[in-house]
């Protein structure tokens, strides 16, 4: 890595911008050209990164390969110190950390602080995972020994996105290397510090062997080259995924057609439920969290809200009132500005065009709508019918689609009439009748009296139909990371029959 003597012409963000290699065998690898990573928050200069080809990936591929046989035969104990000493360093580094997800990503300060403390907490939790059962005594027919035991994968490719960089890569990363894999990540071209490099730095500061994981960055021109090396290379032994729902078709159809094990978490249409006996002011804070939280910009988010028609006008009147409390503007300069910037100029337009065409087909602008940049004001739509754009294709913004029931058949017929199956959240002071809504969603995820947004790294955390298959955390994360086999011990009594 190298320190570029130039300066962004943001004044608030007036630092040395640093030149990053790749991170590969324990090295820090420079690729043949770079790439440069602009802050949402004021359009400077925030880093340049590595652009790798195929040969680099292969190059990593190489690296954890060759790592993989004495990283799965560590003992236990030495692959839990590795994850907690990297929870340690993270946490020596916060500061630092919380800046960078701020300028790189656009995050609000609060949503930053919780970033860095849950993947804390989320390397405690895979280093707990090591000591999981591994396997199983089975009976035998036959007086063997039969065991059912649980084994790496070998080598996990890692893909993240860019809405929580460092949240996301972490997930795959520390419970593959929990199993006893070794790692290849590849974080998104918007996000490739957060999203990787500062990973790789506390795996070094932590004296991580070499090649257990290592990181490879591009630009978007070279995502498709790099991103299939790291899906089809045949020493590749799993894959990890985490984005959009047609990248994620792409990947699991590559690694499926490769008979390669793929975990993929993708898109998300989350509906909120609140039913008539619901406390709306706690539907309201759900609905704010859950809407606009890091701009709409989470799988989990609560794209489409359902309201009982008989409390509908007073809880569009407080969503609205608590909405206009939300500051938007550059988080970077001012922590009390909870809307940062939505990702890219490509994002807003989307955001945009669905909110006019919401619009033109008879929806109601309650408050929000307006456009600065990258800034867009949080955006209450009422009027919403399940015949709109809106209410079926993911937005990822802070728009809150707001459409009216009449009966809890309705409520879960309109919840499952999406392509996507993520998370959802019910808000009912009748917890039997909100829990028998629950279990008739088909989401891979459902929280009564609370937001769609939640998340623990012990949990199974995944999705149905469009939103994804396999599950990440705890234990659910060990069986994707791991394969099973069947080993016996025969001790002299099988007969042959010849």
Excluded at 64 to 92: F, M, S, T
Excluded at 185 to 192: G, H, M, R
Excluded at 399 to 426: F, H, K, M, Q, W
Aim: glycine letters at 10%.
């Amino acid at each position: 890595m190298e320190t570029v003597d130039e300066r962004p012409a943001s004044a608030a963000s007036a630092v040395e911008i640093r030149r990053w290699g790749c991170f590969v065998g324990g090295d820090w690898v420079d690729a043949d050209s770079n790439f440069s990573v602009e802050s949402p928050c004021d359009g400077s200069r925030f880093a340049d990164a590595a652009d790798s080809d195929r040969q680099l990936a292969a190059r990593a591929v190489d690296a954890a390969h060759a790592a993989a046989p004495d990283w799965g035969a560590r003992p236990h104990h030495e692959r839990a110190k590795l994850l907690l000493r990297v929870a340690d360093q993270l946490e020596a580094r916060r500061a630092d950390v919380v800046d960078a997800l701020i300028r790189e990503g656009g995050s609000w300060f609060g949503k930053a602080m919780f970033e860095t403390g849950y993947v804390a907490d989320l390397f405690r939790a895979a280093a707990a995972a090591v000591y999981l059962p591994e396997g199983e005594v089975l009976p035998s027919s036959y007086g063997k020994l039969s065991l059912a035991v649980r084994r790496p994968l070998g080598v996990v490719t890692v893909i993240s996105p860019w809405n929580f960089p460092l949240l996301l890569s972490s997930r795959g990363v520390a419970f593959a290397l929990a199993a006893g894999n070794t790692v290849i990540l590849k974080p998104s071209e918007e996000t490739p510090v957060t999203g990787g490099l500062l990973l790789a730095e506390l795996f070094a500061a932590s004296d991580a062997p070499a090649g257990v994981f290592n990181v490879v960055t591009c630009s978007r021109d070279g995502v498709a080259e790099v991103g299939d090396e790291l899906v089809a290379n045949p020493k590749v032994g799993g894959v990890s995924f985490t984005g959009s729902t047609p990248v994620g078709r792409r990947i699991a159809s590559k690694a499926g057609e490769l008979l390669k094990p793929c975990c993929v978490e993708l898109g998300g249409k989350d509906a909120l439920i609140v039913l008539d006996d619901a406390d709306l002011d706690r539907a309201v804070e759900a609905a704010a969290f859950g809407a606009f939280m890091h701009q709409g910009q989470i799988c989990m988010a609560a794209e489409r809200i359902l309201v009982h028609e008989s409390v509908a006008d007073e809880f569009t009147q407080k969503f609205v009132a608590k909405t206009k409390t939300l500051k938007t503007g550059d988080p970077s300069a001012d922590k009390g500005h909870v809307i940062g910037p939505i990702i890219n100029a490509r994002q807003v337009a989307k955001i945009k065009a669905q909110i006019e065409q919401a619009l033109a087909e008879g929806a109601t602008l309650e408050v929000g709508g307006d456009v600065d940049g990258l800034y867009l004001t949080p955006t209450i739509l009422s009027g919403v019918t399940s015949g709109m754009n809106v209410f079926r294709q993911e937005t990822f913004g802070p728009v809150a689609p707001i459409t009216r029931i009449a009966s809890d058949d309705e409520a879960v017929a309109l919840a499952n009439d999406c392509d996507y199956g993520l998370s959802s959240g019910v808000i009912s002071r009748s917890e039997s009748r909100a829990l028998a809504i629950a279990h008739r969603l088909e989401t891979g995820m459902c929280h009564v009296n609370c937001s769609p947004v939640n998340d623990e790294p012990h949990a199974p955390f995944g999705g149905v139909k469009g939103s994804g298959f396999g599950r990440h955390g705890g234990r659910w994360s060990i069986d994707a990371f791991s394969q099973t086999r069947w080993i016996t011990l025969d001790r002299g009594d099988r007969r042959y029959p010849f």
